[in-house]
Every structure is written in C-alpha cells, then in structure tokens.
C-alpha cells in the first residue's frame, strides 16, 4: 500500500482518537486499551514500510499520550508513586526530548558567555558575584581552601537551606515559562553566566581541580536538576505559542499539566544536592581524590541515565510489546 493510501485510509481514526484521548472522551477504558493497540499496529506498519515517514513521529507521540491515559485510567494501587518516577515520567521526557535538548543547549551556550566574558573583562566576575564573594573567596585559596565557603553553617541547616533555595529557583524557571519561555530563558541565562564566570575565576587563580572537586560533588545534580526544570518552563511557553490542533487555551493546560509532572520529578535529585552539600562537600579537601570523583560520577550517570536514556528504553519497550502488563514495566 503506498504511503498515501494508508494515511488516508487510517486519517480519521486517528484524529477521532487523538481528540479522544486529549479530551477524556473515552468512558471505557478497554475501548480505550483496544484503540491503542490497533494504533501500535499502525505504528509498526509505518515503520515497517515508510521508515523516513512522518507520520511516525505523529503516530508515537499519540502512542505515548495513549499510554499515559491508559496507565491512569487503571486502578489505583500502592504502586502508583513508584509508576509515576517508573514510567510517566520518562515517556513524557522521550515525548518532548527535544525541549530536554534545547535546555542543555541554551545552558552550554550561556555558560560559555559566562566563561568568555571573564577571560576577557577582569572586573566581570566581581559584577557578578559581588565585591563580598570575590574577596572572600579569595583570602580561602589563599588559606588553601578554596571551597571553605561549603562548611560554613551546621549540616542540617545547609541541607534545608540550600534545598529550599534550588526548589525555589527550579519552580521560578518553570513558572516564568509561562511568559513565552522567555522568562525561563532568563533565569537560564542568570545562573549559567554567574556559573560560568565563578568556574572561570578559580581556573584563573589556579585552584580549578580544587574547585570542582568540591562544587561538583552536588553541583552535578543541581545543575542537572535545572536543565530538566528549565526544559518544563520551556514546554510550558511553547504551549502557548504553538497550540497546533489544539485551542490554545486546552494546549496551555496540556503543557502547565506535563511541566509540573517534569518539575516534580526533579524534586528528589534536588533534595539528594542539597543533602550532598550539607554532609559531604565540606569534607571534599580532606577525602580522596578518587572519592569525590567517583561520587560526581555516580550522580551524574544516575541523573543522566534517568532524563536521557530511560526514556527511549521504555519507549521501545511499549512500542516492541503492544500486549506488555503496564503495571510491570
């Protein structure tokens, strides 16, 4: 069958479908189940024999809306918290990846901007940081201890602290989304550049190993963790800009209700920072090098692995097995 005739032949169950499913218009949930395994069918069909379609973008997206409807419409049980970090969660972050790209993106960018502008402005990094925080950090390089600032405070008063103040910045990038994303975009640029200068600034002064031994011990979560945030207020703009089939009304509800779902995720890896330097990066100048490096990049492969690759795993395994018991994946 050319690829035409099968659009055309299929076109309209699709659109009833789609409509269905974002609308809640399906009061069976076994309709609903076998809708979806006859559009799974559709989808290996096309992938099969129009593999550069793409339709088969249109078709797994809808696939993945379906799932989730599907996975909710079941009985509620004690597993439900864990399906939600399990399985809701990364098929949302495969089915808007591209906004997941976009954040790291935006975020290497402004960081370099950060970089290059100290390299090239020596009272940059004072605009930045501040008088205070420049000269303080400069007599603890000069005391041999350029990450002395990390064990200032008790443990438990950092760890809620600094929590309380990464959950408000990911929740404010978020939020502003809501201005078109441009709103994210500028608390993206804020702290990139105000991240990219302060690295700049011990490389300058010669203790950059120091520095990221210490700063990334629970800096490679945090960061990570407003990326994806960044991502969701970025999902939230482009709802409203780009409503496609939708009225922009029901698009901005689609894209506030999958951000938040996004923003929530990240609260653990937040939570797992702050604990991170409140209890161990102040001991960072006194642990092995090959501790703290090993505990960067066990929680920088866990965060990545989670956002990154779990996505597409789950992903394929809906897509391979149409007939899988949702509740076990």
Same mark, same amino acid.
């Given at each position: 069958?050319?690829e035409?005739?099968?659009? $055309?032949?299929?076109?309209?169950?699709w659109?009833?479908?789609?409509?269905?499913?974002?609308?809640? /218009?399906f009061k069976?949930?076994?309709?609903?189940?076998?809708?979806?395994?006859?559009?799974?069918? /559709?989808?290996?069909?096309a992938?099969?024999y129009? %593999?550069?379609s793409?339709?088969?973008?249109?078709l797994?997206q809808?696939?993945a809306?379906?799932f989730?409807?599907i996975?909710?419409?079941k009985?509620? /049980?004690?597993?439900?918290?864990?399906?939600f970090?399990?399985?809701?969660?990364?098929?949302?972050?495969?089915?808007?990846?591209?906004?997941i790209? =976009?954040?790291?993106i935006?975020?290497?960018?402004?960081?370099?901007? *950060?970089?290059?502008?100290?390299?090239? /402005?020596?009272?940059?990094?004072?605009?930045?940081?501040?008088n205070n925080?420049v000269?303080?950090?400069?007599e603890?390089?000069?005391?041999?201890d350029?990450?002395?600032?990390?064990k200032?405070g008790?443990n438990w008063g950092?760890f809620?602290g600094?929590?309380?103040?990464?959950l408000?910045? *990911?929740?404010?990038?978020?939020v502003?989304?809501?201005f078109?994303?441009?709103?994210?975009?500028y @608390?993206?640029f804020?702290?990139? @550049?105000?991240? *990219?200068?302060?690295?700049y !600034?011990f490389?300058e $002064?010669?203790?950059?190993?120091?520095?990221?031994?210490?700063?990334?011990? &629970?800096?490679?979560?945090?960061i990570?963790?407003?990326?994806?945030?960044?991502?969701?207020?970025l999902?939230?703009?482009?709802s409203?800009l780009?409503?496609?089939? &939708?009225?922009?009304y029901?698009?901005f509800?689609i894209?506030? $209700?999958t951000?938040?779902k996004?923003? =929530?995720?990240?609260?653990?890896?937040?939570?797992?920072a702050g604990?991170l330097?409140g !209890? =161990?990066?102040r001991?960072?100048?006194i642990m092995p090098?090959?501790?703290?490096v *090993? =505990? @960067?990049l066990?929680?920088?492969?866990?965060?990545?692995?989670?956002?990154l690759?779990? %996505?597409?795993?789950i992903q $394929?395994?809906?897509?391979?097995n149409p007939?899988?018991?949702?509740?076990?994946?």
């Amino acid at each position: 069958m050319r690829e035409v005739s099968f659009i $055309k032949q299929n076109k309209e169950k699709w659109l009833s479908f789609e409509k269905a499913v974002f609308n809640n /218009d399906f009061k069976d949930p076994d309709e609903l189940a076998s809708q979806y395994i006859h559009l799974i069918n /559709d989808l290996a069909y096309a992938q099969t024999y129009y %593999p550069k379609s793409k339709v088969i973008i249109y078709l797994n997206q809808l696939a993945a809306k379906a799932f989730q409807k599907i996975y909710k419409t079941k009985r509620e /049980d004690t597993n439900r918290i864990v399906g939600f970090w399990k399985t809701e969660v990364p098929l949302i972050c495969y089915q808007y990846r591209k906004f997941i790209y =976009i954040a790291f993106i935006i975020f290497f960018v402004f960081t370099s901007i *950060g970089v290059i502008s100290a390299a090239n /402005d020596g009272e940059f990094v004072r605009s930045i940081l501040g008088n205070n925080y420049v000269n303080m950090s400069l007599e603890n390089i000069e005391k041999g201890d350029p990450v002395a600032v990390y064990k200032s405070g008790s443990n438990w008063g950092s760890f809620i602290g600094i929590t309380i103040n990464n959950l408000r910045v *990911g929740i404010i990038a978020f939020v502003l989304g809501v201005f078109l994303g441009i709103g994210t975009i500028y @608390i993206m640029f804020k702290n990139c @550049i105000m991240l *990219g200068s302060f690295q700049y !600034f011990f490389y300058e $002064k010669g203790v950059f190993w120091e520095s990221v031994r210490g700063i990334w011990i &629970h800096g490679s979560m945090e960061i990570f963790a407003i990326v994806i945030e960044a991502a969701a207020g970025l999902i939230l703009g482009a709802s409203i800009l780009f409503p496609a089939t &939708h009225s922009r009304y029901t698009s901005f509800k689609i894209g506030a $209700k999958t951000g938040i779902k996004i923003l =929530i995720s990240t609260f653990p890896f937040t939570l797992s920072a702050g604990f991170l330097e409140g !209890f =161990i990066t102040r001991y960072s100048n006194i642990m092995p090098h090959w501790l703290s490096v *090993g =505990i @960067i990049l066990i929680t920088l492969s866990i965060i990545s692995y989670y956002y990154l690759i779990y %996505p597409y795993k789950i992903q $394929k395994e809906i897509t391979q097995n149409p007939h899988l018991n949702l509740s076990n994946i």
